[in-house]
């Protein structure tokens, strides 16, 4: 539905602008991880990612092993024990799961948090280089959106030009 409604908006924009329309297309996610604001803020995110997941992968390693241990011990351990310890293993995992959502959400605000001025910065870098080379519209081309356009159609490499001289 997207597609069809971005393709009649082009088709309705570029016969209202007449023959003399020009559109063009950016990359933003191509763009913003192009430039140097952007691969610090990849780099820091990155960084934050490790270090999350090394506390993870050992809660998730301290979980198994108290399955393995529990595992082996089955036999020895009256039903009430087991019982006891089966339940504290299934709160561990809960606990696990929770944290693992929890550090989803943390890293998904700290990405927003970091691209959302380079973004900003983007969109007015966008702007200048589509009216200083004639544009009328200007798509953001996300996946395979843009089936076809001429060359000079990608504003992608001097927008990530532009946007780096505004430092």
Known sequence: MKKILMSLV????ASAFGAESKIGFVDVQKAIQ?????KKAKESLDAEFQKRKQNL????ADIEKMGQDLEKKKSVLSEE???????????EMLKFQKTVAENQVEIQKKEKDLVEPILEKMKKTIEKVAQEKGFTLVIEKQGQNVLFAQKDSDLTEDVVKAFEKEK
């Open 57 to 60: 992968d050992k809660k998730k």
């Open 10 to 13: 082009m088709v309705v924009g």
């Open 81 to 91: 024990v087991m019982n006891k310890k089966q339940m504290e293993l299934q709160e």
């Open 34 to 38: 192009s430039t140097a604001a952007g």
